[in-house]
Every structure is written in structure tokens, then in C-alpha cells.
């Protein structure tokens, strides 16, 4: 395997998130579309879920306003006043999301904190798990409106999971062409979603408009004090009000903090609201209706077309699903914490438009599985949640440390200013951990292998480091060597890859050793990973010559970019170094890596790491070096 490009923090500037020459409103319709589409379709089945658990001996009325009581207040206080109000000013250059904040924390200490990467590496996994269980859940909880719906035929009950896993499976193939051509109706379809959302709710708040007594917490508060255990059981399922609340951070980097904010304040909020309003007063209109309040919801005049827009807007929400963890993936292969994977960009036009097909394939074999061993919404809403509440949970630790050292505020209010989320988060992981052998092992189980991989690749390419630096000899001294000793002297130019631009590349001294040749120009080339987002053209090229022979180049990408060698290597014509990239070599080298039980990781874990070089994208491709132009020099390694 070629030599991993390290990762360095870098003081680069950057945009504010991607270029937004479009207008203000038109960010917020696209934020609808795919910031929202999560927490959009939770009406589907939180409110289900939830009263299905206090049914027994509990009054309905009771049940009822504290139920709706507890979502309000999730929604205000998670969503509004955590996300909304504090966590979205904690933005790195314009990006969130777990990665984005653990480097923007890590880039703020004063050495890189073990602990803050741990944290950080536990919310990406969470993310994943989570990721698994959202297009399940919300198409099967949509297509399960076919049973309830008028002049349905006999038997359509059965259909839902063929239903659903053709949906998920359609969704699943289409991703290689990519969704830039679809994305403009994303916004549109989901505004829509949202004012049928408040138009039911208003339309059935008149079935009992003392609901309207459940925005008060005081029936929330009592409802879980009188209940015990169980309250703290349905305090699970109100949970599943607010999953979707994290899109709204790491998306901030595509629509910006403002439009988001707007949308949510001004659409998704209130439309949520009077949705669960409407939900509260059916049931305590019409006790009975608890098995199904949404669907119960909807007129028969309009239900085929209410129940197709759900089974649409849980699709975009799968969507949004999916390419968050396409997303995710790049920003973790460019922090050093996978191995090299292939990344397609789908559109030329559209940045964040990328494809990674070994994680698409991953993600259906993934949710299938899902669909075959729960086989309904309910079932599934046991595993859904938990990877949510501790990838919230990252969110407040990692903000505590960007409180404290970013924004250098005084120890006393850091903890202020997370303590009272922290217990939030808390209280919600530990009512989320009572499903856990009802099905939320599953996400955890699937998080902790997640984090092994992740945790391994790093320890394994950091003691690759340390051993090559370790048999390496340091440029510097190695420049004088040939001076003193001239090699036999070739024209073109060279380009060897290496992660650490003071020592001589693994390639170089193999080229030395056995062709005995050393070209007219040579190249001592590294890729940097920064902890911003993006890096300004301007900034993204380093050069620092060491003799006649020798310079070293320096190039750096943000974590959420895709490198690109031919590209930046133009820019060096700028920058006064010249070369022709078609009569250029450039040297790679490769490793062969061999498993020591006496040093290094755990056996078990250096076959892990050999099995994950192996199965890493091929570098040429990965930076898009022209293929007839390489050359491979292999060295033996134990790990």
C-alpha cells in the first residue's frame, strides 16, 4: 500500500460552507428538503409508539397530555434551544457534525487530545448505526398506511415489507447517478409535507382543544413522576420525536446556520407541533385511535394522496439518510480514520454530490437485513433511538470542550453551558437503554465494530509511521550523501509520495538502492489533511526547496474535500514549478505488511489492519494520478 497522507492541523481559511450565490429563501426551501426530512416524518410513528406503552392503567386523558407534553418539550428544548439556539454557533469555518466539531475541538487545545479524538470517533460510529435504521424505519412506517387506507383489497397488509424493500432497494441502486437532478423537488414535496402536517393537526385540535393544555410542562413532569419505570419506558419513545435533530448541525454547512434556522422556526416547529396536537386530541376524542393516531388523522377523501406524500417524503428522508453517510465517510477518510475508499462525484456542478459504493452497498445489504428481522415499524422502533441519543450525547462533550477552549470561556461556564444538555442527554440514553435487548444492541453492536475498524486503522498507520521513520533516513542528510556520492543522473522529473516530508521517501531510497538512478528534478510530495472544512486555492500549496535536487511540496485539502493531484500540481505552475505532468513519474511506495504478535497491536488486530490496506482504494485512482505515469516500490513492514 502506498504511504498514507498524514494528518496535520493546518491554520487555513476557508468559506463560510459552500459558495451560496443563491438567495436567501431558496436555501431555506432546499434546507426543508433535506435538513428536515428525518424529524419531518416522525409523526408517522412517535406519537404510536409512545401511547402504545401506557396503555395499560393509565387514563387516557393522562396519557394523552403527557405525552404530548414530553414531545413539545423534546422538540423545544432539544431541537430549538441545544441545536438551534447554542450548538449551531459552534461551527467550524461554516461546517457541523461530529467530525467537523471533534476538529475544530482538537484544533483548538494545545496538543491533539486522545480522549477528544475517542469522542469524536464514537459519534461517527453512532452516526452509522443510526444511519442503518432510519430508511427502515420511516419508509415501513409509511407503507404501513396501505392497511388503514379505503377501498384497499383484501390482504394488502402483506404487501407492505415487498413494498418496502422495493422502495429501499430502488433507492439504494439509483445512487450512482446521483440525486442533483432530483434534489430541486426535495424542498418543494417536503414544504408540502409540512402543511398537510399542520393542516391535520388544526383540522383535529377541534376534536378537543383542551390539548392545548400539554405545551405546559407541568403535565410532562407529573406524567413521568406518577408513572416510575414505565414513564421513563415511554420516555424512550417520545425520544424518537426529535431523532432527525442532529441533521440540522451537520447540514449547516450546505444551507448555512441562518436559512436552517429560519426554516426551522418558521415551518418544521410549529407545523411538528400542531401535528402532535392534532394527534393528542383525536386519541382523546377517540381513545381507540391510539394504535395508528396519524393515519387515523387523515379524511378519507384525501388519504391516497396524504399516504403516497408520506411514502415520497420518507423516501427524501432516506436520502438525506444516505448521502450524510456518504458524506461522513469522506470527512473520515480525510481525518485519517478509515483507509482509502472510493468516492465518485456524481455531479461536475454540485459540490457534495459524491457516490461511495462500497458503503452504498453496505448500507442496503444493511437495512434489508433490518426489514427481514423486525418486519414493522413497532418492532424496529425498539433498535431506533439509542445511536441518536449517544451521538447527541458526542455533540455536548465536544461542545464543552470548544466552550472552554475555543471560545475561551472560564471553566464554570463551559459546564454551565453544557451540564444541562449533558443531563438531557443522559436521561434519554439511559430510557433508550431499557430497549436494549428489544432490538438496541443492534446499533451499538454495529457502532462498537465501527469504532474497532476506525480505532485500529489509525493505531495501525500511526505504528507504520513510527517504524518507517524510525529505518528512514532524513532528507537533509540524505541530499548531502548524494553530493558526495553523485547517482547516475536521468531527465524528467520525479514525484515521490510519502506522509512525512522530512524523511526520504520509501520509494526514493529503493530507486536509489536498486535502479541506481536519480532524476534531473525531483519531488519530495505531501498531502495534508486540515482541520477546516475547506482550504482556499491560495493556500493549498507549499513549496520548500532543499537543494538543486531536491523539493519538498506540500499540499493541503479539507476534510471535506476530494483530493485532486493534477489539479493542484497546475497550480504549482503558478508558483514557478514547472513540469509537464505527462513526462512526470511519480513513485509510490508500497507495503507489504506483515503481522507481529510481539509488538505492534494485538495479533488479532494487525490482520484486522493488513485485511483493511488490502481492501483500500488504489491511490492512483483515489488522487487521480494519470495511471501509465506511476511507478511501485515495494518494502516488507511488521505491524
Do not use: C
Given at each position: 500500500m502506498a504511504d498514507q497522507a498524514s494528518v496535520a492541523p493546518l491554520a487555513a481559511e476557508e468559506p463560510q460552507g459552500e459558495a451560496r450565490h443563491e438567495g436567501f429563501w431558496a436555501l431555506v426551501l432546499g434546507s426543508i428538503g433535506v435538513v428536515f426530512g428525518d424529524i419531518g416524518t416522525s409523526p408517522l410513528y412517535a406519537m404510536r409508539e409512545a401511547l402504545h406503552h401506557t396503555r395499560a392503567g393509565i387514563g387516557p386523558e393522562v396519557a394523552v397530555l403527557g405525552v404530548v407534553s414530553l414531545v413539545t418539550w423534546a422538540l423545544v428544548l432539544i431541537v430549538t434551544v441545544k441545536y438551534v439556539v447554542f450548538l449551531m454557533h459552534a461551527d467550524n469555518k461554516g461546517e457541523g457534525g461530529t467530525l467537523a466539531l471533534m476538529a475544530l475541538a482538537q484544533r483548538s487545545l494545545p496538543a491533539r487530545s486522545g480522549g477528544v479524538f475517542l469522542i469524536?470517533?464514537?459519534?461517527?460510529?453512532?452516526?452509522?448505526?443510526?444511519?442503518?435504521?432510519?430508511?427502515?424505519?420511516?419508509?415501513?412506517?409509511?407503507?404501513?398506511?396501505?392497511?388503514?387506507?379505503?377501498?384497499?383489497?383484501?390482504?394488502?397488509?402483506?404487501?407492505?415489507?415487498?413494498?418496502?424493500?422495493?422502495?429501499?432497494?430502488?433507492?439504494?441502486?439509483?445512487?450512482?447517478?446521483?440525486?442533483?437532478?432530483?434534489?430541486?423537488?426535495?424542498?418543494?414535496?417536503?414544504?408540502?409535507?409540512?402543511?398537510?402536517?399542520?393542516a391535520l393537526g388544526v383540522y383535529h385540535i377541534a376534536d378537543a382543544p383542551s390539548i392545548f393544555r400539554a405545551l405546559s410542562p407541568h403535565y410532562g413532569i407529573v406524567f413521568l413522576l406518577d408513572n416510575g419505570l414505565l414513564g421513563f419506558i415511554i420516555l424512550g419513545s417520545v425520544f424518537l420525536a426529535v431523532t432527525g435533530a442532529e441533521a440540522l448541525y451537520a447540514d449547516m454547512g450546505h444551507f448555512g446556520r441562518g436559512p436552517i434556522q429560519t426554516a426551522w422556526l418558521a415551518m418544521a416547529l410549529p407545523a411538528l407541533l400542531l401535528n402532535y396536537l392534532g394527534q393528542g386530541a383525536l386519541v382523546l376524542r377517540h381513545p381507540a385511535h391510539a394504535v395508528e393516531?396519524?393515519?387515523r388523522m387523515v379524511p378519507d377523501a384525501v388519504y391516497w394522496p396524504v399516504l403516497l406524500l408520506a411514502m415520497v417524503a420518507t423516501i427524501i428522508a432516506s436520502q438525506a439518510v444516505i448521502t450524510g453517510a456518504f458524506s461522513m465517510t469522506q470527512q473520515a477518510v480525510q481525518l485519517g480514520l478509515f483507509p482509502r475508499i472510493d468516492i465518485r462525484r456524481t455531479s461536475e456542478t454540485q459540490a457534495g454530490q459524491i457516490f461511495v459504493p462500497q458503503v452504498n452497498t453496505l448500507l442496503m445489504i444493511g437495512v434489508m437485513t433490518l426489514l427481514i428481522t423486525f418486519r414493522s415499524s413497532s418492532n424496529l422502533a425498539s433498535a431506533y433511538g439509542i445511536a441518536v441519543t449517544g451521538a447527541m450525547f458526542v455533540d455536548t462533550l465536544l461542545f464543552f470542550v470548544i466552550v472552554q477552549h475555543f471560545w475561551r470561556k472560564p471553566f464554570w461556564v463551559a459546564v454551565l453551558a453544557s451540564a444541562g444538555f449533558g443531563v438531557l442527554d443522559v436521561v434519554f440514553i439511559t430510557s433508550n437503554l431499557l430497549k436494549f435487548f428489544h432490538g438496541a444492541w443492534l446499533p451499538l453492536a454495529l457502532g462498537a465494530g465501527l469504532v474497532v475498524i476506525m480505532w485500529t486503522w489509525t493505531r495501525g498507520t500511526q505504528i507504520l509511521g513510527e517504524k518507517t521513520r524510525r529505518d528512514s533516513v532524513p532528507l537533509a542528510e540524505l541530499s548531502e550523501i548524494l553530493k558526495a556520492r553523485a547517482p547516475h543522473r536521468v531527465p524528467g522529473t520525479a514525484i515521490f509520495l510519502t506522509s512525512d516530508p522530512d524523511t526520504a521517501p520509501v520509494a526514493l531510497m529503493h530507486n536509489l538502492k536498486h535502479n541506481k538512478v536519480l532524476h534531473q528534478k525531483n519531488i519530495v510530495l505531501t498531502l495534508v489533511t486540515a482541520e477546516t472544512p475547506r482550504v482556499r486555492d491560495e493556500d493549498r500549496i507549499r513549496i520548500e526547496p532543499v537543494n538543486d535536487d531536491f523539493k519538498k511540496l506540500i499540499i493541503a485539502y479539507g476534510f471535506m474535500e476530494s483530493p485532486n493531484l493534477p489539479k493542484a500540481l497546475g497550480f504549482c505552475r503558478k508558483m514557478g514549478l514547472k513540469f509537464d505532468i505527462m513526462a512526470t513519474s511519480f513513485f509510490l511506495g508500497r507495503r507489504s505488511v506483515v503481522?507481529?504478535?510481539?509488538?505492534?497491536?494485538?495479533?488479532?488486530?494487525?490482520?484486522?489492519?493488513?485485511?483493511?490496506?488490502?481492501?483500500?482504494?488504489?491511490?492512483?485512482?483515489?488522487?487521480?494520478?494519470?495511471?501509465?505515469?506511476?511507478?511501485?516500490m515495494g518494502a516488507q513492514v511488521t505491524v
Open positions: 469524536g470517533v464514537v459519534g461517527a460510529a453512532l452516526f452509522y448505526g443510526d444511519g442503518i435504521i432510519t430508511p427502515a424505519m420511516s419508509v415501513l412506517s409509511a407503507v404501513e398506511g396501505v392497511r388503514d387506507a379505503p377501498g384497499a383489497p383484501h390482504g394488502v397488509g402483506q404487501l407492505v415489507l415487498p413494498i418496502s424493500a422495493a422502495i429501499l432497494v430502488s433507492l439504494f441502486v439509483v445512487q450512482s447517478r446521483g440525486t442533483a437532478n432530483v434534489a430541486k423537488f426535495f424542498g418543494p414535496i417536503m414544504a408540502l409535507w409540512f402543511v398537510v402536517l399542520a393516531p396519524f393515519y503481522p507481529s504478535a510481539t509488538s505492534g497491536m494485538p495479533l488479532w488486530q494487525d490482520k484486522l489492519f493488513i485485511f483493511l490496506m488490502k481492501n483500500a482504494a488504489n491511490p492512483t485512482d483515489f488522487y487521480r494520478i494519470p495511471p501509465g505515469r506511476v511507478v511501485e
